[in-house]
């Protein structure tokens, strides 16, 4: 491996790579090269990105950071924005109620968090527990579909390109944006990399914390809500979305320890999961030894990522001595 | 006291030992012997070595040059030399163990593996009752709900376990005890040294040193520079020996920074002086207002307060922090010196949020310009000598609109070259109309301020202006009991 030319590329083109990667396998196993799996992919994949893009804020604010109750707050906004919009007649209510249980669920956990001081892995998982339970009762004797107009836009694809992915993709821009360009993103950056001494460099830490937990509730909520519409709410909806939205944050360049986010790179890592489980599936992999196959790559990318600091000393290793996984010790935990 | 000291043979005996960290000289070719049944105090100011020589005589630190023979072994094993054992100042215990699984940990040789819960609690138990007659602690409470005086008490009780006990070191043991407490516990070391233990005691407490000990070493810039008779000596005569000098009261000077005194004061914080009566720590617009003493004496509670913004503090304008330790407290480690540098001034220069690049990259060339920054503003934070580090640090805050700039200690490990440049760049900024408010421990920065705090065990032991700022001044009045003690 030529270590001069790693160091060059940019973070998020990792993921890209190993996209096309799984793509040319795809093609070469299936004996067909047309642009449908690219625009199937892209249908897909655009759900995984705006749950990854919250997850990926949650873990950019530093060690023990993290956002667990992702997957049932999607499946909870899911059959909670159908069941408005079949009564109200409006899917844009139906994604408002979304976005509001999401808000709703997400405060739970910053409460829990900032004024409780729980660790922010267990916060969520009490979060997770709660949204679970809402969507359980919900679910009971539930008939809803979901309104033509949305579902029909979500199967758009004028020229093989989803037009709903095109929204997604201008999201993300703005995402990057809003870190690279504004004063709170430039904070949350500083804050993931080094707490204190960001504190001491002015920045509170509740204005950090509240806003990337409410961010990552209301966009995994809102990406259920959607997903359902596509498809068909279902409690289970939004199971894979955890293990899924963690691993293509990492995958696609996000420092686990905080500090370093790529927006553009949970686009890579989604279209390679997305891709990945289609060739899995060509090849007639069961769903556990997927599941296998992906814990081994988010761990090895971790791996990488802990041994990059080999590859660049100036990346400082020294100073971030926090584990780069995912059980990172509660203690350091937020407290403010 | 009573004991002949020439007799018998030293416990432990150091010759010309030396020991370096870096560019510092901890100690420079000290020579020291302890003997059986006597009580040999140390004294001395910030960084006069005391510490290190505890620990080199405890067996915690190699040394790098010169001799010891402590109970008959000239090398420590894993443990330490088997005989000596040290109380220290705080945090040795494990905060999350309980009082007898701590005792355990450090005695285990003592104590029978079978039955070791109820023979340590008995054993530590039996020894708090000795030493602090009334101390409330149950064996079984764990260390994180003792109050600072309880931990210290069992810091006490655990180095005295040992049953092959020949030396004991003690540094500051009554930092954190109450009155009656500190009595019990001196009546304790006089006993055991009356059975022939030797005690080393480390304090700043020059009364509580002049009355326990037999003879008292002064150290100072790594060396014993003199040994005592305590019975021949006197607070002062200690006190000049350090390099102090006691401050007279008509020595007052009003001559200090004339023209800032008509200044407005930008802030205050209540405080209470040694004496008990309340008093203030106050700044005017454009000064530099010092926090000397002895490290630890409450210096850094007074910067919290000031951070935090407490309630009972007054503060007019922003504020920036620069942190001692820059290591954990001071850099972004992944980003480079401009990013570093920008990031407090970057809400001020900012228009609804949104960061002004080219206003932020004007700052950032400016400043490190004016501090030549090796490697320019794009180089990795992480590729700069700590020196460098600090200047961006430093920098950083005063880069921002803060009106009053808090200083911890952010100069220790500092090359001498760069701290002259720091010096000049924070005497530019008062000048400029900001107020600093500067905690160090080293005396000699301290004479950069235009006024000084003289801090000890939380309280103002005393206000020296201008020309009064010095060395012996400020030894002076980190040691000198004998105002408290007389009322």
Known sequence: MNLRALNGMPPWAWSFLAAVLVLILTYGISGQGDGQTITLALTVAPYLVLVGLGQMLVMTAGPGNIDVSVAKVFSLGGLLSIAVAESTGSWLLGLGAACGVGLCMASISVIAILLVRIPPIVATLATSLIASAISLTLAQGFQGSAHPDLRAFLNWSPLGVPAFAVVVAAFTLAVSWILARTVWGAQLLAFGQARRAAQFAGIRATRILVVVYLVSGILAALAGALRASFSAPNVELGNDYLLDSIAVVVIGGTLMSGGRAVPLGVWGGALFFILLDGLLNLIGWSYAGQNILKGFLVLTVLFLANGAPLIAPSAASATRKQPLSPETEPDEAPHE | MQTDLTHGAPVASARNVSKRYGATQALAAVSLDVFPGEVLGIVGHNGAGKSTLMRVLSGMERIDDGTLSICGRSDPDRHGYPGVRMSFQEGSLAAELCVFENVFLSSRQDIDAKRWRTMASRMVETRLTE??????????????????????????????????????????????????????????????????????????????????????????????????????????????????????????????????????????????????????????????????????????????????????????????????????????????????????????????????????????????????????????????????????????????????????????????????????????????????????????????????????????????????????????LSFAEARESTT
């Open chain 2, 131 to 476: 030493i602090f007659p009334d101390h409330g602690i149950d064996p079984s409470d764990y260390v994180d709900d003792l109050t600072l005086s309880e931990r210290q008490m069992v810091e006490i009780a655990r180095a005295s376990l040992s049953e092959d006990l020949a030396l004991l070191i003690l540094d500051e043991p009554t930092e954190s005890l109450g009155g009656k407490d500190v009595e019990t516990f001196y009546d304790y070391v006089r006993a055991l040294c009356r059975s022939g233990k030797a005690i080393i005691l480390v304090s700043h407490r020059l009364t509580e040193v002049l009355a326990v000990s037999d003879r008292i070493g002064v150290m100072k810039e790594g060396r014993i520079v003199s040994m005592h008779k305590a019975r021949n000596e006197s607070e002062t005569s200690l006190l000049r020996a350090m390099g102090g000098e006691v401050l007279q009261e008509t020595k007052r000077a009003g001559n200090a920074a004339a023209t800032k005194e008509m200044r407005p004061i930008v802030l205050e914080v209540p405080m209470q002086t040694v004496e008990g009566a309340p008093t203030r720590i106050t700044a005017r617009k454009g000064e530099i207002v010092g926090l000397a003493g002895i490290a630890g004496q409450g210096q850094e509670q007074v910067l919290d307060r000031l951070w935090r913004r407490n309630r009972d503090v007054r503060i007019e304008g922003g504020l920036a922090y620069v942190p001692g330790d820059r290591q954990k407290s001071g850099i972004l480690p992944i980003w480079s010196v401009a990013r570093n540098l920008s990031i407090s001034a970057m809400a001020g220069l900012s228009r609804f949020g949104v960061r002004q690049m080219a206003a932020e990259t004007a700052l950032v060339t400016d400043w490190v310009a004016r501090l030549s920054v090796r490697g320019g503003a794009e180089a990795p934070i992480t590729s700069l000598s700590g020196g460098n580090q600090q200047k961006v640090i430093v920098a950083r805050a005063f880069c921002s609109d803060a009106e009053t700039i808090l200083l911890d200690d952010p100069f220790r490990g500092v090359d001498i070259h760069t701290k002259a440049e720091l010096y000049q760049m924070i005497k530019a900024e008062a000048e400029a109309g900001r107020s600093i408010i500067w905690y160090s421990s080293e005396n000699a920065e301290m004479q950069h301020c235009d006024r000084a705090y003289v801090l000890r065990r939380g309280l103002v032991a005393g206000e020296l202006a201008g020309a009064e700022i010095s060395d012996e001044h400020i030894i002076g």
